[in-house]
């Protein structure tokens, strides 16, 4: 479903600067299965992650979802329904409840009716183990409830794939084994594509297969 192919990303911070943070990158990615992305620091990961995100159009090489070019699809349907993403530094925003930041991608879109969507949302709400904190603001919450709610707000609109930046970096041993379970048992119960990039052993242990970064090139361990 995800197939990435001679993937190169160059950034040009200034006329004389060029940085290759991605140097001929090809994978493919299965529909329903876990893949991790590890490399050191610098490696191209978020980079990637960023591409396949469709947040960074500015690439050279082919990354097709569903045999069409991330380029080509309507960017908010694509970020909505096609994929959901977790970043590291989670991006609730602070003015808008637990239920509210959940509803967010919805928000716009017209696929669910209001009972659906709360349906949807009481679902996740249980899932993510945060009934009782659908009223409270971010600021009221622990590292690892409000990791939690970017999970169920990247879930809200039934993504396909679901892309997460170190989900685990922020949280202790115990929060982040609870994170790595709920996001595998997602990925069984919905059959949500799941691209982890991580620094996690155990995460990428449990994953189906691991790509491995290094300068921008994918080798064979690390
Ligand atoms: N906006 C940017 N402008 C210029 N260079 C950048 C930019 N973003 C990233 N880079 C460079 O591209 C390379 C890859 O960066 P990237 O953020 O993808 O690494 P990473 O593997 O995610 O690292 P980390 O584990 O530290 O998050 C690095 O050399 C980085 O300095
Ligand atoms: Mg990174």
Redesign the pocket.
């Known amino acids: 479903m995800i197939k990435v192919r001679n993937l190169r ?1 160059i ?3 200034s006329k004389k ?1 060029q ?4 140097n001929d990158v090809s994978f493919e990615i299965d529909h329903g299965s876990t893949v991790t ?1 590890v ?12 591409i396949l995100g469709g947040l960074d159009s500015q690439y050279m090489g082919e990354v097709m979802v569903n045999d069409k070019e991330v380029r080509k699809y309507n960017p908010n349907y694509y970020r909505r329904h096609v994929l959901g993403t977790i970043f ?1 530094q989670f991006y609730l925003i602070p003015s808008l409840t637990v239920a509210e930041n959940i509803l967010l991608p919805i928000k716009f879109g017209k696929q669910l009716n209001k009972a659906q969507t709360m349906e949807r949302l009481m679902y996740l709400l249980e899932r993510v183990d945060l009934k009782n904190r659908a009223n409270h603001l971010p600021s009221e919450l622990s590292g690892g409830q409000a990791q939690r709610v970017a999970i169920a707000r990247a879930l809200m609109g039934k993504p396909q794939i679901l892309l997460a ?2 989900p685990t970096g922020n949280l202790d041993s115990k929060t982040g084994r609870e994170i790595s379970k709920l996001l595998f048992d997602l990925n069984k119960e919905e059959q949500t594509t799941l691209v982890i ?1 991580t ?1 996690d052993k155990k995460l990428f242990k449990q994953a189906s297969e691991s790509i491995y ?1 290094r300068d ?1 090139k994918t080798v064979k361990s690390l």
Do not use: F, M, R
């Open positions: 990303k950034y040009k911070p600067v940085v290759h943070a991605v992305i490399g050191p620091s610098g490696s191209g990961k978020s980079t990637i992650l960023n590291q930046d170190e990039v620094h970064l921008g």
